[in-house]
């Protein structure tokens, strides 16, 4: 089983529909974190939490929400997706407490807004 | 800003060729550096990491060369097999902040 999971795989949606990613992990990690990622543009970092109670923006926070609803669950939320939100998304974790990342990624959900 | 084409950095390779994959970054004060391989349809996936106070770490047929006088990171592969071919990227941080990715060279590698 993996250790972060992502659904849905892939998602079609309608501009200005509200849709949530979700993410659970089984690692055991305080951190978790929410990627954006684009053909030649690498990975983005729309939001990140160091725990439960913590939430902070990451680059690209713009038309996007999140909930940790559990350490082991992290929500990704478009509340009303635009055309140029279809891309790629990761969930990853961390495990390092004040100290450097080391990143662990889930398989991703690919997002196409029409 | 740099504007960003739709097209990555590819090298191509002969099966059992080294490989050498480079990345440039700009922070002077970054001190933790990580490559990470992504397969098609999976998430990166953890290679080999190095912290500023090294210029060399070797892992399994990886290699990762810092120079922080010009700021250059390169991983180096050894005997590059099929199951390399992949999106590379390289990562940074400075001072246990969040990682800023780079934008990712595809490795092909030839029979």
């Known amino acids: 089983d993996a250790d972060v999971t992502q659904t849905p795989r892939n998602r079609i949606t309608k501009t200005g529909k509200r849709i949530m990613l979700e993410c659970s992990q089984t690692k055991g990690h305080d951190r978790m974190y929410w990627y954006r990622q684009d053909p030649g543009l690498g990975l983005r970092l729309i939001y990140y939490s160091f725990d439960v109670k913590d939430i902070n923006k990451g680059e690209i926070s713009d038309g996007y929400s999140v909930s940790r609803q559990a350490q082991a669950k992290f929500s990704l939320s478009l509340e009303s997706a635009i055309p140029n939100q279809t891309a790629l998304y990761f969930c990853?974790?961390?495990?390092?407490?004040?100290?450097?990342?080391?990143?662990?990624f889930g398989s991703g959900t690919q997002l196409s807004v029409l | 800003g740099e504007s960003v084409g739709l097209h990555l950095p590819t090298l191509s390779v002969q099966e059992g060729d080294n490989s050498i994959i480079n990345c440039a970054y700009s922070?002077?004060?970054?001190?933790?550096f990580i490559w990470y391989k992504q397969e098609s349809g999976k998430g990166p996936q953890f290679i080999i990491d190095i912290r500023s106070n090294m210029d060399k770490r070797q892992g399994q047929r990886v290699t990762v060369l810092l120079n922080k006088t010009v700021k250059h990171l390169s991983l180096q592969i050894a005997a590059t097999q099929p199951g390399d071919s992949a999106v590379y990227f390289c990562a940074e941080t400075a001072g246990y902040s969040t990682l800023t990715f780079g934008k990712g060279t595809m490795l092909l590698v030839s029979p």
């Open positions: 922070n002077s004060a970054s001190d933790y």
């Open positions: 990853a974790t961390s495990g390092n407490r004040g100290g450097y990342e080391k990143l662990f």
